[in-house]
């Protein structure tokens, strides 16, 4: 029997659906300019996959995709052009959108290029100039 949690989210509109299983590699928030002008906000919450945890169940056909650099494939819906998801082919992951899949219980861990913020957030949580190392990055920490 498998007991693996699912979720599932879509779209603005609702023309693409999507399902993600088990449980994300990490949580947390965005501050790189590319995030912030993509998102059109100060800050993006992230919740990063497996590839083989994301799957697409509605709508494929419906998801345009744009790439500013090779790093982050940004994937959007056609009709609505809401926001779904990046696929980062350097890091083996997918940033799965928090706001896409509502029924996950975000809890983030950590915000990621924080020396480019816009928007100072005292929580206690870790600081990273970039990424964690074993992402690729330098894993080195900023001031909160």
Known sequence: MNTERSYKGSCF???VELTVSGEPVGMGYCH???CRHWSAGPVNAFTLWKPDAVQVT???DNIGTY???S???RKWCKTCGGHLFTEHPEMGL???YAAVIPDLAYSPGIHVHYQETVLR???GLPKLK??????GGSGISVDE
């Open 71 to 73: 790093r982050s494939y």
């Open 32 to 34: 790189c300019e590319s």
């Open 130 to 135: 970039d990424v964690p190392k074993e992402l």
């Open 13 to 15: 509109c609702g023309a």
């Open 121 to 123: 957030i005292k929580d």
């Open 67 to 69: 790439n500013k650099t």
């Open 58 to 60: 509605r709508g494929a």
């Open 94 to 96: 997918i940033d799965v």
